[in-house]
């Protein structure tokens, strides 16, 4: 029902910036609280951000807090990841996810998209 499609990966320098896109279909974006996750080569997944249904709080990994920026335009069915000050530990594919359990405590993802290279470099 619902579809997530990640765009924005790409290679940059250490200290530049990428923002990355995810569009959903199928159910309006505004229903559910949307996530970023990372996995690097040979790593687990990881959580990166989390934004809440209206926008109205937003969480971080400490590892991205204060660079990392997670949003949302409802209107637009689409959530977004401004990275600034890239490190070469920020490179991996990064994908979005949406938590449709409308419970403000869940933390679990119920659709994925397939991910979007990001590549830092010294």
């Known amino acids: 029902q619902v579809q997530l499609v990640e765009s924005g990966g790409g290679l940059v320098q250490a200290g530049g910036s990428l923002r990355l896109s995810c569009v959903a279909s199928?159910?309006?974006?505004?229903?559910?609280?949307m996530g970023w996750f990372r996995q690097a080569p040979g790593k687990e997944r990881d959580f990166v951000a989390r934004?809440?249904?209206?926008?109205?709080?937003?969480y971080y990994a400490d590892s991205v807090r204060g660079r990392f920026t997670i949003s949302r335009d409802n209107a637009k069915s689409t959530v977004y990841l401004q990275m600034n000050s890239l490190k070469p530990e920020d490179t991996a594919v990064y994908y979005c996810?949406?938590?449709?359990?409308?419970?403000?405590?869940?933390?679990?993802?119920?659709?994925w998209g397939q991910g979007t290279q990001v590549t830092v470099s010294s």
């Open positions: 996810a949406a938590d449709t359990s409308y419970k403000p405590s869940n933390r679990e993802y119920d659709y």
């Open positions: 199928g159910r309006t974006l505004s229903n559910y609280a």
């Open positions: 934004i809440t249904r209206s926008g109205g709080t937003k």
